[in-house]
């Protein structure tokens, strides 16, 4: 650390003592006007204690050849102009900053301790410089520079022994508000005039016309207040003036505005981030820029633009933007590309979050078109497995029965395959629609010989004449039943399992004689996948939702142990659907 950094650093931790050093010099500038010289030297004393106390620059900064041009032709000025009225105007000016400050704290010792600092200079204008500059000296009265002069080293002892205020670097004490400033400056501007004023049109005492002047100061103020959030029914002028600040058309609304338009009609993230940054090219203080990825994100990187001396970061997550501006960005104006950053970053991480549902989707749409094909498959190769028995039974000698049996089952086995190709081939995790409507009879007959010899009982049924139903929602509700039950007749003996229909093919009912289905289960089965070793798992959760998705309803009808029965019921909106 080089021995002016340390020098900066030191005095910038210090500024109190700074600020009360800027004072003293001050006070002696003041007490000794009557000779220029000496008053000279004290006030370029104290604008050299005013560069270091000064918020707007820090001191560990290194002045180039253009600053230190500027500061003695700055100085140079004010030793040709010097006298009572640039006093006024210095005076007037540390007033203003000071004022600033005080309304920016909550902390109250430091609020004080910038009070005291401001009553002094104001003190010192009314008492001192401003009387010095009245051409009637008849008119200012009893002087009381001698009482000013003895009380101000009290104000300088009191701000001494103040308890230490909040730093710069540590509270933001070092931003000034620059219409706070502004508003002070203008009303001291007021109270210096209008005294003068007073005195020159009435030909009244001094005292007396500063008194009527912060009269007429807290009219005018009192009455601006009222006038702009007046209660009883008017609306007041802030809101007409806050109305107009927002209809300025703004280069920050233009690129809010693209930022929303690119969020609309982008949906790569990668393709957003650079689309809205190329628009924020628009602003009139950028110039080019990039972004990076933070820390531990997954994001892209790119620039835009061109670079430039001025440069600006803006740490977010999951990205890391940084501006390259024509001029040194204001702290207003960080404070606003911050929150324009902060927006880009969340609709960045929505654009991506939508990317991965959309990936997920696809994968659980794969995932369930394949369970969904698994259990076709399985239902396909038990129909085969009786083919294949039925061609090895000893007592169909002349192949007749075999013969007639494959005509009946290939075609529906054929059928069934094509339908598990269409769902490979396009895996959109839907259901099947109600377009593979089949007649009920035909379809009874081709389940009773799929399951003849599995000891299943089919209840008698005579159908209406134009009865139909969904062939793959009822075979995948019937095949997933029966499977599971002849799994649970493995483990329990003597197990009977029936299949009954009815005559509109409206209700399918599936019961055995076995154990109930445990509690545990029973709260979500068909409506999550459930682990289990013997089936009523995956298979029941896939036909619940496709039943659900042809306006059917499947449920667990009856759960008691030697009667577990299994209801497909068709809905309103199936059943509107069928008549059409």
Known sequence: MTPLWRIGTFLRERQRWVLVA???????????????AVSMMCWLVDVGVFILWQPFIQTERKLDRSSLLFIVLMLAGGAWLYGWWLLILWVTILA?????????????????FFLLAFAYLLFALLVWLVPKVVPNKELIGPSLEGPFALAAPLIFLAMLLMP???EMHLSGDGIVDFFYSLFIFLLISVLVFGSLAFMLLRQALYIEAVFKTLVWIAGMLFLIAWAWNPRPGFSGIGVFLSRYLLTIGLPFEVWLQRLMECAEGESDPDKYILTACEGMLELPWVSG??????????????????????????????????????????PSLIWHFHLLSQLANEYYVTKQRARELQQMSYLRAVHETGARLTHDIKNLLQSLDNLCFMAQAPDDT????????????????????QQTLAKLQAPQGG??????????????NAVRQRYMHDNIFFGPVVFEKLACLPAALYDSVVDNLVQNALLKRQSETGLAVSVTLAPDASRLSVCDTGSAVPENLVKVLMQAPVPSENGLGIGLYHSARQAAGLGYEFRLASNEAGRVCFELRRGPAASAKSAK
Not at 303 to 311: A, P, T
Not at 402 to 413: F, V
Not at 431 to 444: E, M, P, S, Y
Request: glycine share 10%; net charge positive; no cysteine.
């Open 22 to 36: 800027l004072l003293v010099v001050l006070h002696l500038t003041l007490i000794s006007g009557e000779d220029i």
């Open 96 to 112: 203003a900053l000071l004022g600033g400050r005080v309304l920016l704290h909550s902390h109250w010792p430091t609020r004080i």
């Open 164 to 166: 230490r205020p909040r």
């Open 289 to 330: 820029g990039s972004w990076s990825p933070a820390s531990g994100s997954q994001a892209g990187s790119g620039r835009f633009g061109e670079e430039s001396r001025y440069r600006q970061e803006f740490p977010n997550r999951p990205l890391i933007l940084t501006l390259y501006t024509r001029h040194k960005l204001s």
């Open 398 to 417: 002349d192949g007749t029965r075999l013969t007639q049996l494959l005509q009946r089952q290939l075609p529906q086995i054929t059928q069934r395959l």
């Open 431 to 444: 259901v099947d629609g109600l377009d593979g409507l089949v007649f009920a009879d035909a379809w009874w």
